[in-house]
């Protein structure tokens, strides 16, 4: 019984414990693959902290074609006809039932 027990539960796919640390602890293996892959992310970080840390444009540059793009005020003109929008027809509750009065033919 207790070898059918042991020959059933077959063999352990996971570790005793906690998986991330510890003696029976999951440690994936480096491989050439991975590290090319490191390798690459780091050099297009590089590239990215080289292009924030030397900008195209000059802080006064950048406020001055911000301010000729006006996308603050487009937004606020965007924002405020939409709201128009859903409020733009003003309607009274006997225009929504209308059609209800239309089979009244007792009431002539």
């Known amino acids: 019984m207790h070898l059918t027990n042991i020959l059933l539960r077959g063999p352990r796919k996971l570790p005793r414990g906690n998986i991330k640390a510890g003696k029976y602890r999951l440690v994936k293996l480096v491989t050439d693959i991975n590290k090319a892959r490191q390798i690459e ?3 297009i970080e ?4 080289f292009l924030l840390r030397h900008p195209f444009l000059s802080v006064e540059e950048e406020r001055g074609y911000v301010a000729d793009q006006n996308k603050h005020e487009k937004w606020l003109t ?3 006809l939409l709201v128009l929008k859903k409020f733009e027809k003003h309607t009274k509750l006997g225009d929504h039932l209308c059609d209800l009065r239309s089979g009244e033919s007792w009431d002539r």
């Open 41 to 43: 992310e780091y050099k």
């Open 46 to 49: 590089e590239q990215n902290m």
């Open 78 to 80: 965007e924002k405020r």
